[in-house]
């Protein structure tokens, strides 16, 4: 039963995440009264971020995956958009790691 739910767990690890962008779209639009031109241009940026994100996926560290899905996801369904933020500021920081000096 274990070994079943850790072969599914490491399965769904591999896949890009599903969040509700519609639903998200819907809330960021809300925000500014309901409005058309911000909810279309959020479909957009979400699209192209995800887009973006979905042939690299299972290149990217297991860690940086798993965190920045939980940031994506923070407030709701999820945005592609800040899952993509989260992924290039991980990704710069890993290669970036400054020296403490005394």
Known sequence: MIAGFLAVSSASAQQMPRY???G???Q???ISGGSDVIYNGCIDMEQQA?????????SLPQKTRSYC???ARVGG???????DGCI???VGAAG????FKY
């Open 20 to 22: 509700d962008v519609d």
């Open 24 to 26: 998200y779209c819907r």
């Open 28 to 30: 960021v639009s809300d």
């Open 50 to 58: 995800y887009n973006k994100r979905k042939a690299e996926w299972t």
């Open 69 to 71: 899905d939980e940031v």
């Open 77 to 83: 369904g999820g945005s592609y958009s800040i899952l």
């Open 88 to 90: 290039d500021m991980e």
């Open 96 to 99: 970036s790691t400054p020296a």
